[in-house]
């Protein structure tokens, strides 16, 4: 759904207008998935704001507003002045792949970009099992991640070697490997190559 605000005149290129309200409702669950307000503008009179900014009141409300457990099923993974990141998690270990929430506020406190994409698990769908791995008895899974990769360099007129490592998920008997899903949220893309998580 898009609400447009009344007094801001439409762009001619079809284009939302600065302030418009974006929002996506999920119907089978009952609650909000997406709200953005276009260019980080919102017009709402009695909108939802945090004044003090403060990430507990963020945290509080995103509780109520998804049903999702703090340091249960979620978690926040980055703060960057007025945008919060927050992560799937299982009691405080990160889950992949990840869940992922997006809190954008203005300048003012008001929200202008709330997002909920990926799964949460719950704490049933999860076997407990005492930690089992060590360095020594995956080691030559460690090793087999590591590639060279030698790179033309038309600048410097050579070949370049460069090391890369995969990353995986190892099982925790150790006997099978797991790879990293690429779509997981906290992945960069730069330059058309995939980044670390943060």
């Not at 049933?124 to 590591?146: G, R």
Request: a negative charge; charged letters at 30%; glycine letters at 8%.
């Amino acid at each position: 759904m898009e609400w447009f605000p009344k007094h801001v005149a439409k762009p001619d290129d079809d284009s939302n207008p600065e302030g418009t309200a974006v929002i996506k409702f999920n119907l089978h669950a009952g609650k909000f998935e997406r709200a953005i307000f276009v260019m980080g503008k919102t017009y709402a009179k009695d909108g939802i704001a945090f004044p003090n900014m403060d990430s507990n009141d963020i945290i509080k409300w995103i509780e109520e507003e998804t049903g999702l457990i703090y340091g249960n099923q979620f978690q926040l993974r980055r703060q960057k002045e007025r945008e919060f990141y927050f992560g799937g998690c299982i009691d405080g270990v990160a889950v992949s792949p990840a869940g992922l929430i997006e809190v954008k506020l203005d300048s003012d406190g008001k929200l202008t970009m709330f997002s909920v994409l990926g799964p949460f698990p719950s704490k049933n769908m999860v076997i407990e099992k005492t930690y089992h791995l060590s360095f020594e008895k995956i080691e030559h899974l460690a090793k087999e991640q590591l590639k060279l990769i030698e790179f033309p360099s038309d600048e410097q007129k050579k070949i370049i070697p460069v090391y890369g490592v995969e990353e995986i998920f190892v099982t925790n008997d150790g006997r099978s490997t797991i790879p990293i899903e690429l779509d997981d949220p906290f992945y960069v893309k730069i330059n058309g190559y995939e980044g670390g998580s943060f």
